[in-house]
């Protein structure tokens, strides 16, 4: 009898689908760690966006504060207490007779 080694047709297919397997965990280890990154960026700007719009709507919320105030101002300062009492302390004299320039037709002004 004759001793002979054969490499039979299964080992090669398990080689095969050793290397194929090995492929396809690279592969999914590849894609949940640039889905990861992909997240982690994404969370990042979410992050950057969610300040700024807080920051503008605290900003937003100042402004309309200050507008408040500047319209009571505002009217205060037009009110008719105010505009008596500043013609009051800026020396205007009261007006007695009034007189009006009179002007001829027939008169022509020359120099």
Do not use: D, H
């Amino acid at each position: 009898m004759q001793n002979t080694i054969t490499l039979s047709l299964p080992a090669t297919k398990t080689l095969k689908f050793s290397l194929t397997l090995k492929f396809f965990w690279l592969l999914i280890i590849a894609a949940i760690l640039s889905l990861s990154l992909v997240c982690v960026f994404q969370l990042n700007t979410y992050t950057r966006e969610f300040y700024l719009i807080n920051n503008q709507e605290n900003r937003l919320q100042q402004l309309t504060q200050e507008n408040k105030m500047l319209e009571i101002n505002f009217s205060k300062a037009n009110s008719l207490n105010n505009i008596g009492s500043y013609v009051e302390n800026q020396a205007f004299e009261k007006v007695k007779q009034v007189e009006y320039i009179r002007v001829f037709e027939s008169t022509v002004l020359a120099r």
